[in-house]
Protein backbone atom coordinates (compact mmCIF):
# COMPACT_ATOMS: atom_id res chain seq x y z
CA UNK A 1 0.00 0.00 0.00
CA UNK A 2 2.84 2.24 0.29
CA UNK A 3 2.31 2.70 -3.32
CA UNK A 4 2.78 6.74 -4.14
CA UNK A 5 5.88 7.33 -1.56
CA UNK A 6 7.50 10.69 -0.60
CA UNK A 7 5.42 13.08 -1.93
CA UNK A 8 1.79 11.78 -1.01
CA UNK A 9 -0.05 14.83 -0.01
CA UNK A 10 -2.26 13.82 3.77
CA UNK A 11 -5.19 14.54 4.93
CA UNK A 12 -5.08 14.23 9.07
CA UNK A 13 -8.27 13.81 11.01
CA UNK A 14 -9.52 12.97 14.13
CA UNK A 15 -11.45 10.14 14.62
CA UNK A 16 -15.02 10.51 14.13
CA UNK A 17 -14.64 13.71 11.98
CA UNK A 18 -16.15 13.57 8.31
CA UNK A 19 -13.21 13.54 5.73
CA UNK A 20 -13.40 14.97 2.23
CA UNK A 21 -10.62 13.66 -0.01
CA UNK A 22 -10.73 15.48 -3.18
CA UNK A 23 -9.56 14.69 -7.18
CA UNK A 24 -8.96 16.81 -10.34
CA UNK A 25 -9.33 14.62 -13.62
CA UNK A 26 -8.27 16.08 -16.56
CA UNK A 27 -10.57 14.32 -19.22
CA UNK A 28 -13.69 15.75 -20.13
CA UNK A 29 -15.00 12.86 -21.56
CA UNK A 30 -14.57 10.62 -19.02
CA UNK A 31 -18.07 8.95 -18.55
CA UNK A 32 -17.28 6.90 -15.18
CA UNK A 33 -15.41 7.43 -12.21
CA UNK A 34 -14.13 5.19 -9.04
CA UNK A 35 -12.57 5.62 -5.76
CA UNK A 36 -10.47 2.75 -4.60
CA UNK A 37 -8.80 2.56 -0.98
CA UNK A 38 -5.54 1.27 -0.57
CA UNK A 39 -4.16 -0.06 2.55
CA UNK A 40 -0.71 -1.20 3.87
CA UNK A 41 0.46 -4.51 2.39
CA UNK A 42 -2.83 -4.32 0.39
CA UNK A 43 -3.94 -4.00 -3.41
CA UNK A 44 -6.37 -0.98 -4.26
CA UNK A 45 -10.07 -2.23 -3.02
CA UNK A 46 -13.30 -0.46 -4.94
CA UNK A 47 -15.09 1.87 -2.09
CA UNK A 48 -17.32 3.71 -4.88
CA UNK A 49 -18.16 4.91 -8.22
CA UNK A 50 -19.86 7.08 -10.25
CA UNK A 51 -21.24 7.98 -13.73
CA UNK A 52 -21.09 11.51 -15.60
CA UNK A 53 -24.96 11.23 -15.81
CA UNK A 54 -25.06 11.68 -11.48
CA UNK A 55 -23.78 14.60 -8.94
CA UNK A 56 -23.62 12.41 -6.26
CA UNK A 57 -23.75 8.95 -4.96
CA UNK A 58 -24.13 7.37 -1.92
CA UNK A 59 -22.86 4.72 0.12
CA UNK A 60 -22.35 3.07 3.53
CA UNK A 61 -20.50 6.19 5.32
CA UNK A 62 -19.08 6.86 2.29
CA UNK A 63 -20.79 9.57 -0.73
CA UNK A 64 -18.84 10.80 -4.24
CA UNK A 65 -19.93 14.07 -5.60
CA UNK A 66 -19.01 14.59 -9.00
CA UNK A 67 -18.79 18.19 -10.52
CA UNK A 68 -18.08 18.08 -14.04
CA UNK A 69 -17.65 21.68 -14.93
CA UNK A 70 -14.50 21.96 -13.52
CA UNK A 71 -13.71 18.23 -13.53
CA UNK A 72 -13.42 17.98 -9.85
CA UNK A 73 -14.47 14.47 -8.09
CA UNK A 74 -14.61 13.95 -4.06
CA UNK A 75 -14.99 11.46 -1.59
CA UNK A 76 -16.66 12.46 2.04
CA UNK A 77 -16.15 9.86 4.75
CA UNK A 78 -18.58 10.01 7.39
CA UNK A 79 -17.46 9.62 10.90
CA UNK A 80 -13.89 8.38 10.01
CA UNK A 81 -12.80 5.47 11.98
CA UNK A 82 -9.11 4.70 12.52
CA UNK A 83 -9.65 1.73 10.53
CA UNK A 84 -10.30 4.08 7.62
CA UNK A 85 -6.09 5.42 7.48
CA UNK A 86 -5.31 4.10 4.27
CA UNK A 87 -4.10 5.76 0.28
CA UNK A 88 -7.27 6.92 -1.55
CA UNK A 89 -6.97 6.92 -5.08
CA UNK A 90 -9.41 8.05 -7.79
CA UNK A 91 -9.86 6.46 -11.12
CA UNK A 92 -11.24 8.24 -13.75
CA UNK A 93 -12.56 5.92 -17.52
CA UNK A 94 -10.96 7.64 -20.50
CA UNK A 95 -12.11 4.86 -22.85
CA UNK A 96 -12.85 1.43 -23.15
CA UNK A 97 -11.33 -0.68 -20.71
CA UNK A 98 -9.03 2.21 -19.89
CA UNK A 99 -8.94 3.60 -16.14
CA UNK A 100 -6.20 6.21 -15.36
CA UNK A 101 -5.20 6.66 -11.72
CA UNK A 102 -4.44 9.78 -9.65
CA UNK A 103 -1.26 9.97 -7.40
CA UNK A 104 -3.55 9.40 -4.50
CA UNK A 105 -4.21 10.92 -0.97
CA UNK A 106 -3.04 9.35 2.75
CA UNK A 107 -5.73 9.73 4.68
CA UNK A 108 -4.74 9.24 8.57
CA UNK A 109 -7.19 8.67 11.49
CA UNK A 110 -6.25 9.65 14.82
CA UNK A 111 -8.13 8.00 17.96
CA UNK B 1 -10.45 -10.35 -0.17
CA UNK B 2 -11.66 -9.39 -3.67
CA UNK B 3 -11.33 -13.09 -5.33
CA UNK B 4 -8.08 -11.75 -7.31
CA UNK B 5 -5.21 -13.89 -5.68
CA UNK B 6 -1.14 -13.10 -6.98
CA UNK B 7 1.79 -15.78 -5.87
CA UNK B 8 4.34 -14.54 -4.75
CA UNK B 9 3.78 -11.66 -2.40
CA UNK B 10 6.90 -11.15 -2.24
CA UNK B 11 10.58 -11.94 -4.90
CA UNK B 12 13.76 -10.33 -5.08
CA UNK B 13 15.71 -11.51 -7.99
CA UNK B 14 19.06 -10.42 -9.65
CA UNK B 15 18.96 -8.82 -12.80
CA UNK B 16 19.82 -12.10 -14.86
CA UNK B 17 17.40 -14.32 -13.35
CA UNK B 18 13.95 -15.37 -14.63
CA UNK B 19 11.07 -15.57 -12.89
CA UNK B 20 7.14 -15.59 -12.93
CA UNK B 21 4.31 -13.62 -11.25
CA UNK B 22 0.75 -15.49 -10.73
CA UNK B 23 -2.42 -14.03 -10.88
CA UNK B 24 -5.92 -15.95 -10.51
CA UNK B 25 -9.48 -14.56 -10.51
CA UNK B 26 -12.28 -16.18 -8.61
CA UNK B 27 -14.87 -13.96 -10.03
CA UNK B 28 -15.66 -15.08 -13.41
CA UNK B 29 -14.59 -12.13 -15.01
CA UNK B 30 -13.53 -11.60 -18.69
CA UNK B 31 -10.79 -9.50 -19.05
CA UNK B 32 -7.56 -8.88 -16.56
CA UNK B 33 -4.82 -6.91 -16.21
CA UNK B 34 -1.24 -6.18 -14.86
CA UNK B 35 -0.45 -2.79 -13.23
CA UNK B 36 2.88 -1.09 -12.16
CA UNK B 37 2.80 0.76 -8.81
CA UNK B 38 6.13 2.62 -8.27
CA UNK B 39 7.10 5.56 -5.71
CA UNK B 40 6.16 8.83 -7.00
CA UNK B 41 3.83 7.50 -9.53
CA UNK B 42 0.18 6.72 -10.09
CA UNK B 43 -1.02 3.06 -10.97
CA UNK B 44 0.54 2.44 -14.44
CA UNK B 45 -1.16 -0.30 -17.06
CA UNK B 46 0.94 -2.40 -18.46
CA UNK B 47 -1.05 -4.94 -20.49
CA UNK B 48 -4.85 -5.88 -20.74
CA UNK B 49 -6.16 -8.98 -22.06
CA UNK B 50 -9.85 -9.80 -23.02
CA UNK B 51 -11.23 -13.26 -23.24
CA UNK B 52 -7.35 -14.31 -23.01
CA UNK B 53 -6.30 -12.29 -25.81
CA UNK B 54 -3.94 -9.44 -25.25
CA UNK B 55 -5.77 -6.04 -26.17
CA UNK B 56 -3.28 -3.83 -24.79
CA UNK B 57 0.38 -3.78 -24.67
CA UNK B 58 1.50 0.33 -22.77
CA UNK B 59 5.00 0.63 -24.18
CA UNK B 60 5.63 -1.86 -22.14
CA UNK B 61 9.48 -3.38 -22.57
CA UNK B 62 9.93 -6.74 -23.93
CA UNK B 63 11.93 -8.02 -20.34
CA UNK B 64 8.23 -8.43 -19.31
CA UNK B 65 6.24 -10.83 -21.22
CA UNK B 66 2.59 -11.32 -20.46
CA UNK B 67 0.83 -14.82 -20.89
CA UNK B 68 -3.04 -15.44 -20.46
CA UNK B 69 -3.67 -19.55 -20.24
CA UNK B 70 -7.33 -18.52 -19.53
CA UNK B 71 -9.56 -16.19 -18.58
CA UNK B 72 -8.87 -17.04 -14.96
CA UNK B 73 -5.39 -16.99 -14.76
CA UNK B 74 -2.37 -14.19 -15.76
CA UNK B 75 1.00 -14.77 -15.95
CA UNK B 76 4.09 -11.97 -16.46
CA UNK B 77 7.14 -13.98 -17.00
CA UNK B 78 10.29 -11.30 -16.03
CA UNK B 79 13.48 -12.05 -17.41
CA UNK B 80 16.49 -9.71 -17.02
CA UNK B 81 15.47 -6.40 -15.30
CA UNK B 82 16.39 -3.42 -14.37
CA UNK B 83 16.59 -1.78 -10.82
CA UNK B 84 14.39 0.65 -11.85
CA UNK B 85 11.74 -2.18 -12.46
CA UNK B 86 11.50 -2.88 -8.20
CA UNK B 87 7.93 -1.72 -7.79
CA UNK B 88 4.83 -3.20 -6.53
CA UNK B 89 2.85 -5.43 -9.76
CA UNK B 90 -0.48 -5.45 -9.27
CA UNK B 91 -3.22 -7.71 -11.13
CA UNK B 92 -7.11 -7.20 -12.12
CA UNK B 93 -9.83 -8.40 -13.03
CA UNK B 94 -13.43 -7.19 -14.75
CA UNK B 95 -16.61 -7.89 -16.43
CA UNK B 96 -16.35 -5.70 -19.46
CA UNK B 97 -19.86 -5.66 -20.83
CA UNK B 98 -20.76 -3.82 -24.58
CA UNK B 99 -20.85 -0.64 -22.69
CA UNK B 100 -16.62 -0.85 -21.64
CA UNK B 101 -17.64 0.54 -18.32
CA UNK B 102 -16.72 -1.69 -15.69
CA UNK B 103 -15.08 -1.94 -12.08
CA UNK B 104 -11.51 -3.45 -12.07
CA UNK B 105 -10.85 -5.78 -8.53
CA UNK B 106 -7.33 -5.42 -7.89
CA UNK B 107 -5.03 -8.40 -6.06
CA UNK B 108 -2.93 -7.89 -3.03
CA UNK B 109 0.17 -7.58 -6.08
CA UNK B 110 3.49 -8.85 -6.00
CA UNK B 111 6.38 -6.77 -4.42
CA UNK B 112 9.30 -6.63 -6.81
CA UNK B 113 13.01 -5.78 -5.88
CA UNK B 114 15.48 -6.08 -8.53
CA UNK B 115 19.17 -6.27 -7.40
Known amino acids: GESVGLHLPTLSVQEGDNSIINCAYS??????FIWYKQESGKGPQFIID?????DKRQGQRVTVLLNKTVKHLSLQIAATQPGDSAVYFC??????????FGTGTRLLVSP | ETGVTQTPRHLVMGMTNKKSLKCEQH?????MYWYKQSAKKPLELMFV???????ENNSVPSRFSPECPNSSHLFLHLHTLQPEDSALYLC??????????????FGPGTRLLVL
Open chain 2, 92 to 105: ASSQVGLAGVETQY
Open chain 1, 27 to 32: NSASDY
Open chain 1, 50 to 54: IRSNM
Open chain 1, 91 to 100: AENEGFQKLV
Open chain 2, 27 to 31: LGHNA
Open chain 2, 49 to 55: YNFKEQT
